[in-house]
């Protein structure tokens, strides 16, 4: 582990101590590692490779994510649950599971995790959340580190995922 010092301005750093305390951190290290962890992850999945492309154009890395996509939305409007199922099989690909719960009488709150490439999962992830008749739509991306290998004792190979930093 490696340290490092760095200096805030007094008003800097009495917002930072009330947001550490608001968000129940132990210690200042630890807030700073998930801001940190937090800015890498975003600056990943926007990530172009500068050895690509012609002409001096940077292409985009095909990087992949996980997402949790959250959406509130009136079950008693069919057309709504209707056009949420229909998205989620068009993109079966990419949906790994999803979680429905019964908010009261006519709302439902649906959780639906994704996986796959950045750019499909992004997209999936706006379709759903700007869905006409879904409310209160959030989408939260993670970077993931792909990497596949084969099992020594004759399994077939496979691709493991892990979150980055």
């Known amino acids: 582990m490696q340290r490092f010092t760095i200096s805030l301005d007094d008003a800097l750093a009495d917002q930072f101590d009330r947001l550490i305390a608001d968000k129940g951190y132990v210690n200042r290290s630890e807030a700073v590692r998930d801001l940190i962890r937090s800015r890498l992850g975003s600056d990943t999945l926007g990530q172009a490779d500068p ?9 985009p890395l095909e990087t992949w994510c996980v ?6 939305y009136d079950h008693h409007e069919q057309t709504v649950t209707s056009r949420v199922l229909g998205l989620q099989h ?26 796959g490439p950045t750019a499909a999962v992004q997209a999936c992830a706006q379709q759903l959340v700007a869905l006409r008749g879904v409310r209160h739509g959030n989408i939260h ?5 792909a990497h596949g290998h084969r099992h020594t004792h004759g399994g077939a190979p496979h691709t493991h995922y892990r979150p980055l930093n």
């Open 51 to 59: 050895g690509a492309g012609r002409g001096g154009k940077k292409a």
């Open 67 to 72: 997402a949790s996509v959250s959406y509130v």
């Open 90 to 115: 068009d993109h079966h690909d990419l949906v790994i599971t999803s979680l429905h719960t019964h908010l009261d009488h006519d709302h439902c709150l649906e959780t639906v995790v994704l996986r």
């Open 141 to 145: 991306l993670v970077p993931l580190d």
